[in-house]
């Protein structure tokens, strides 16, 4: 039996799982959602992705996508309502780049040094303040990271800045990056955000399944069996 929607696998706090959700969101598709803990991860998505990372989305003639940009890529290619693909696709692909390589590394290792042997987190919060500088210029020039609207560039970066941001909040507000920081709180207070990020049971199989769609106020609907539980 082929199944109804496209099923996503995510943990609320991955920042990769974050960009896919924000995406599939823009692009109005509906899937069934399992939130899973990454420490007991399900057979099902194992199964689907041995790798064991999320997001994973599996579509409805089975075909799975386990890389969020890709995800990204399949939801707006459905439906791009806000033209996130409509951006320099080279420019994107720079700063996706950028955001998922040296400033990810640098991320890693200023916000957990323990995992690294105890070095030093210094230089590479100093390395990661150097790209967000960058990006906050290219912002106040453009409007937003590399066109005068939002794009997928924009929405693949802003979990990790946003968790560059929380890893020490006061020292990240002092710092002179104005258009960055503006452009950060208007992700941060968006209705998407905020729809992508209710807290939802931990998906367990036989579980009824779980909705996850669009209204027409960009809000999320989360339902089983047609019960509303929060939005």
Known sequence: ??????????????????????????AGITCELREVVLRDKPAEMLKASPKGT?????????HVIDESLAIMQWA????????????DSSLVSQ??????GPFKRNLDRYKYPNRYGDIDPAPHRA??????????????????LVSPRTSLADIAAFPFVRQF???????????????????????LESQRFRAIMQKYDVWQGGDAPLVFSVGSEHTADLSR??????V
Not at 54 to 62: A, N, Q, T
């Open 54 to 62: 999320v997001p994973v989305l599996v579509l409805p003639d089975g």
């Open 1 to 26: 039996m082929t199944q109804a929607y496209p099923t996503l696998y995510s943990f609320r706090r991955c920042p990769y799982a974050m960009r896919a959700r924000m995406a599939l969101h823009a």
């Open 76 to 87: 707006l290619g459905q439906n791009d309502p806000e033209g996130w693909l409509d951006a």
């Open 95 to 100: 700063w996706v780049d950028t955001i998922d």
């Open 225 to 230: 069996c047609g019960n509303r539980v929060g």
């Open 127 to 144: 390395a990661g303040l150097g790209i967000l500088t960058d990006m906050s210029s290219e912002i106040e020039r453009k409007g937003a």
């Open 165 to 187: 941001a929380n890893t020490d909040r006061d020292w990240f507000d002092i710092q002179d990056l104005p258009a960055l920081q503006d452009w950060l709180a208007q992700h």
